[in-house]
């Protein structure tokens, strides 16, 4: 895939350097001569844009109307929400990511189909659900929020041994996806039996995540750490 960042801080500088190791072709637009400067001496296989990501003439140097993806990490929301209309509107490329600093900005960058990250949203949501045991916890989402992937850690004494997959009132929009046990990976089918202690990895609709929990998950097995 070719990627386009926005913004050559830590943020991107991180990004960057995972996609490259992956075998992506990757630009950088970066406004900070320095930071230009400082990507161009430690990457030898990316391309960096000296310019402001609000400029469109910037991004046209970029190439956008190649790109698979458009990714903005600055730290700055109006300049990453500025960039990500610019992507849209005038080079429409498929999929429009943008790091979010106030998590009251999410709900504005869904509305206009950016996917919006927020740092401090991952960490609160990662902290309630460290809390209890058998809850759903978010992995991606899919389809600007329509469908989800999940995983539910099943308690180590839970009464579920032996509980086939097929005996599970899973809702038919929701699916199994893989089962983490142990070291040992387990492709989900009818007569697969849940046991206490599985991480079980589904899809599901955000309307259906709690009965989806509530069929992996029965209300006795629930306690608090």
Request: proline share 4%.
């Amino acid at each position: 895939m070719y990627i386009v960042l926005a913004g050559g801080g830590k943020v991107g500088r991180f990004i960057a350097t995972e996609l490259l190791e992956d075998g992506h072709a990757v630009t950088i637009v970066e406004r900070v001569e320095k930071r230009c400067e400082r990507l161009l001496r430690d990457y030898d296989n990316l391309l960096v844009i000296h310019g402001d990501v609000c400029d469109v003439r910037y991004l046209e140097q970029a190439r956008l109307e190649r790109a698979d993806v458009f990714v903005a990490t600055t730290g700055d929301d109006d300049d990453n929400f500025v960039a990500c209309q610019l992507v849209r509107t005038t080079f429409e490329v498929p999929r429009v990511i943008s790091r979010v600093s106030t998590p009251r900005n999410e709900e504005i960058f869904a509305k206009l189909n950016i996917e919006a990250v927020s740092t401090t949203t991952l960490i609160s949501r990662l902290i309630r659900e460290e809390v209890t045991v058998g809850e759903l916890i978010h992995l991606y989402t899919l389809r600007r929020g329509k469908a989800n992937l999940v995983e539910i850690d099943i308690p180590p004494d839970a009464p579920v041994d032996g509980r086939a997959v097929s005996g599970l009132n899973i809702p038919l929009e929701s699916v199994l996806v893989c089962i983490f046990r142990g070291e040992e990976t387990v492709i989900p089918r009818g007569d697969t039996l849940i046991r206490p202690g599985d991480q079980v990895i589904a899809l599901t609709t955000p309307a259906l995540e709690e009965q989806l929990r509530a069929a992996l998950v029965p209300r006795r097995a629930e306690r608090r750490r």
